[in-house]
């Protein structure tokens, strides 16, 4: 049986909502910017919190790049095997992680680490994260 097309236009219609201004349920971010584009890096193997200034304000993850692009930062103790370029096989796999477990969060601190991402990649290669977020007001605070 065919849907009516009633039913069709409001699934279209959800369906642009959410593409357009993001699934409400997912978060209780504004699009009130508190701060935008704030940088954080962290070397493999130490731990990186990401943190906005108030507890009424949310992470909003804007990029993020796991592996290594450079060979300047993050340098290891023993440079000559582990300082080798490392492209990320998925390139926004980082940044859906990093979605996944911080947005909406006034703070969130992790492990820089293949077990954090759950997927090895350039094993023996130390790899760094860099992060790209915006702290946004959130929404509902207090309506607990
Ligand atoms: C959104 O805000 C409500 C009310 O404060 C809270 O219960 C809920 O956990 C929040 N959702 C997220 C994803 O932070
Ligand atoms: C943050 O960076 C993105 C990408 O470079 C840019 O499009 C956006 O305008 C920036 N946001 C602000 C508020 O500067």
Not at 97 to 109: A, F, I, N, S, Y
């Amino acid at each position: 049986m065919r849907a009516p097309w009633e039913l069709r236009f409001i699934c279209w219609c959800l369906s642009w909502l959410f593409t357009a201004f993001g699934f409400p349920f997912e978060s209780n971010l504004t699009e009130w910017v508190r701060q935008a584009n704030a940088t954080a890096l962290g070397c493999e193997g130490h731990m990186l919190t990401l943190s906005c200034a108030g507890q009424e304000e949310g992470l909003k993850i804007n990029s993020a790049f796991w592996g290594r692009n450079d060979l300047k930062t993050c340098i290891p103790d023993k440079p000559r095997e582990q300082m080798k370029m490392c492209s990320p096989v998925e390139p926004l796999y980082a940044v859906k992680k990093l979605r996944h477990v911080c947005e909406g969060q006034p703070t969130c601190g992790f492990p820089v680490s293949d077990a954090f991402f759950e997927k090895p990649l350039c094993p023996g290669v130390s790899k760094f994260l860099k992060v790209v977020y915006d702290c946004r007001m959130m929404s509902g605070m207090g309506a607990k």
